[in-house]
């Protein structure tokens, strides 16, 4: 087996879970099966089993209080609407969870003792639902505009204080869902304790204390410009900045056991670094742990953090902060990858824009693959990425570029789209190939460009506006035609879109008589490949399809790859055969790729 595909096959699991009532029952997702599934284990007795079996994969999950049952959301057709499901935590029938919660699209969930929060969107509107003392779910609150069960999906975090008195909600009310306020109310009878709400600028709810009767919540806030975190105290609306000094995003991950501390995430550059910050004097101490990306971390009752590491070149570990393994997959290591290089160059505006780079050994310019995100509010960051490393092994050096509208760099880099989507990210983009061609990187005459979702985007809109710069381009799951991508996209995507654009898409027509790929598409000249789920609820089927019509009514040269879920797979079966229809079409586009690395 090649090493591109070991890299895929090799199992791996999230940053695992745990209530604070049964610290030793854990739970994680993970692919020790060939596809995304919900595992416990029972660190207590080493018992570990496999919860779900479900065909398309399961990937969020949670506890109730005490931990007797793992709870589950559960997609069937790879849309990512559905219900919530529980199950023996020690096994057995599993069964609907929240009697009287409709299915729909997740937005949030949250226990505590006696009550549960469960948030859930539909063509409707957005809706929360309370059960109190296992009984029936009731709906407490409802709105047209995007409303959630604050924090992450999970047990004890920013939804539900300890104590399960108050319930901390995320809402774009205001109408920005990009920056969402906080609003806490009383989860028995939806009356409003506090708001908070800056104008502009986003409010996260990050976890309330773990302890029972304290009811300060930890949330991140962007009154200085990037995220940082703060305690906020509903009840009497006091307010306490935590100023770290630190340059860069900081984030809240979880408390320690009595309160008196917390574990933050510093964000530089794509690259991470944790902290223990004290409440009592505000001082701070640092986590040891390898340079690269902390996608998960948490305290355990001992006060020993776990964290979940990675790195362009390992694949992501379950380590203490003493540096021991705690969890490992079952099956054969991902083999390394090659390093990611971290880069800045500067744009046609004389800005400075961050990124990385990854090439196969030896000496340039090589073939090129500009990989730019999704998101668009998300990052590249010095991450494990099989996809990345497949392309090195096939002779490509790749570009992954934050350009302006990433996360990471502050409020004001990120909202650089609003209202302007499409044009910044390419400047920055073409700035980059234009540098790394420089340095003898890339090779122009050998450039392609691919990505998915908002980089599926981004691949279209460079096809059609720049088709002088790729060689070839691959669309994954793409956005092809903006006005008709939003009539059938998720709520929750479609508020988002009124955010970035500044209304429907039909509401803005001289932004999408620019910004709308498929008013590009006869400018296009490189042959393309597209991968489309056909239940994406994010880049809709019909969408992309119109889009491929636009080719094919031109007779311009194209390829079409559906699978059966939605924006994304969770089979790792499903995975390598899109890799390697890739790896062949780039194979027969660009000269000097190896259609089949070794």
């Not at 809240?252 to 501390?261: E, N, P, Q, T």
């Amino acid at each position: 087996m090649p090493r591109w595909e070991r890299r895929f096959r090799a199992p791996t699991l999230s940053m695992p879970d745990w209530p604070t009532r049964a610290p030793d029952r854990i739970g994680y997702e993970g692919t020790e099966s060939g596809v995304w599934q919900v595992h416990v284990w029972d660190a207590a007795t080493g018992m570990r089993r496999k919860v779900t079996d479900h065909p398309v994969g399961v990937v969020t999950a949670s506890f109730d209080v005490d931990g007797s049952h793992i709870l589950y959301w559960q997609d069937e057709t790879g849309d990512e609407s559905g219900q919530w499901f529980a199950q023996p935590f020690a096994g057995g029938e599993a069964r609907p969870f929240l009697d009287g919660v409709p299915q729909g699209w997740n937005e949030g969930f949250a226990v505590a003792p006696g009550v549960v929060a469960a948030s859930v969107s539909d063509r409707d509107g957005f809706a929360v639902y309370i059960a109190l003392d296992g009984g029936e779910a009731k709906e407490l609150y409802r709105s047209t505009e995007y409303v959630a069960v604050g924090g992450e999906d999970g047990y004890n975090r920013g939804g539900l204080s300890a104590d399960g008195s108050l319930l901390c909600l995320s809402h774009s009310e205001h109408g920005d869902m990009l920056h969402p306020a906080l609003r806490v109310v009383d989860p028995r009878t939806g009356s409003v304790i506090a708001e908070q709400l800056d104008d502009g600028k986003s409010l996260t709810s990050a976890a309330w204390s773990p302890v029972e009767g304290d009811q300060r919540l930890a949330v991140i806030h962007e009154r200085g410009g990037e995220e940082a975190p703060a305690i906020w105290e509903p009840a009497t609306d006091a307010w306490r900045d935590l100023g770290t000094g630190l340059d860069g995003p900081v984030l809240v991950l979880d408390w320690w056991a009595d309160a008196s501390a917390l574990l933050l995430r510093h964000e530089h550059e794509g690259r991470h670094r944790l902290y223990r910050y004290e409440l009592a004097d505000g001082s701070m101490a640092p986590i040891d742990h390898p340079l690269g990306q902390i996608s998960g971390g948490r305290v355990r009752p001992d006060g020993r953090v776990w964290l979940r590491h990675a790195s362009g070149t390992t694949a992501p570990r379950i380590v203490d902060d003493a540096g021991d393994e705690v969890l490992s997959p079952e099956g054969e290591h991902a083999p390394e990858g090659r390093p990611y290089v971290s880069w800045r160059f500067d744009n046609e505006h004389g800005r400075s824009v961050h990124g990385f780079y990854v090439t196969p050994e030896g000496e340039g310019p090589w073939p090129f693959l500009m990989h730019p995100h999704g998101g668009p509010t998300w990052l590249d960051e010095d991450r494990w990425s099989p996809e990345v490393q497949a392309y090195v092994d096939a002779g490509f050096a790749v570009g992954l570029v934050n350009y302006r509208g990433s996360t990471g760099f502050g409020a004001e880099w990120r909202d650089t789209l609003i209202g302007d989507i499409g044009g910044p990210e390419i400047e920055d983009l073409n700035a980059a190939l234009a540098d790394l061609v420089a340095k003898g990187i890339a090779d122009p005459e050998r450039a392609a460009i691919g990505g998915w979702s908002w980089g599926g985007y981004l691949t279209l809109m460079e096809l059609g506006t720049h088709p002088e710069l790729w060689i070839a381009g691959l669309a994954g799951v793409p956005v092809g035609d903006y006005v008709m991508s939003y009539d059938d996209m998720s709520p929750i995507l479609q508020a988002y879109d009124r955010a970035l654009l500044g209304g429907e898409p039909t509401e803005v027509p001289e932004l999408m008589a620019t910004r709308n790929p498929i008013v590009h598409a006869d400018k296009v000249t490189a042959p393309v490949l597209f991968v489309i789920g056909e239940n994406d609820s994010r880049c809709p089927l019909r969408q992309a399809l119109a889009y491929v019509d636009a080719l094919k009514a031109r007779n311009h040269p194209h390829e079409v790859y559906l699978f059966p879920t939605g924006h994304g797979s969770f089979d790792i079966d499903e995975d390598v055969r899109q890799q390697r229809t890739i790896l062949d079409f780039f194979a027969r586009t660009v000269p000097g790729i190896d259609g089949d690395p070794a």
